[in-house]
């Protein structure tokens, strides 16, 4: 079932490479810059699940999150941070502000597909 993904990374590569490989497997891709872009793209898009990178200029990824997060459709979407961060801390900091999960760069592109078809089924 083709679903509707958001990706927001400030990154031209990682945005292709995640878009390519969910689009690959049948579900309609939406790319933002920054939390800011992500959050105007949120008005039309409707994504049913998100993968955010953290570091990011104009809006990062943890701001990003908690404005999603006090929109009404948007509360209980699944948002995985996509990010080098790997400190225990910063992990905190995003399930604090409301991811669902984490992912480490670099990332096997089988591991996104795995978790879309986890977390949506």
């Not at 689009?23 to 008005?43: F, I, P, Q, Y």
């Not at 979407?77 to 409301?98: D, F, N, W």
């Amino acid at each position: 079932m083709k679903r509707v993904i958001l990706i927001v990374d400030d990154s031209v590569s990682v945005r292709q490479l995640v878009g390519m490989t969910l689009r690959n497997a049948g579900h309609e891709v939406v790319e933002a810059v920054d939390g800011s872009d992500a959050l105007n793209k949120l008005k039309d898009a409707k994504p049913e699940m998100m993968f955010v990178d953290v570091n990011m200029p104009n809006m990062n990824g943890l701001e990003f999150i908690k404005e999603a997060r006090q929109l009404r459709d948007y509360r209980f979407v699944p948002i995985i941070m996509l990010t080098t961060e790997a400190h225990i801390s910063r992990r905190q900091e995003g399930k604090l502000a409301g991811a669902t999960g984490w992912i480490i760069k670099p990332f096997k592109p089988e591991q996104l597909v795995n978790i879309v078809t986890k977390v949506l089924g």
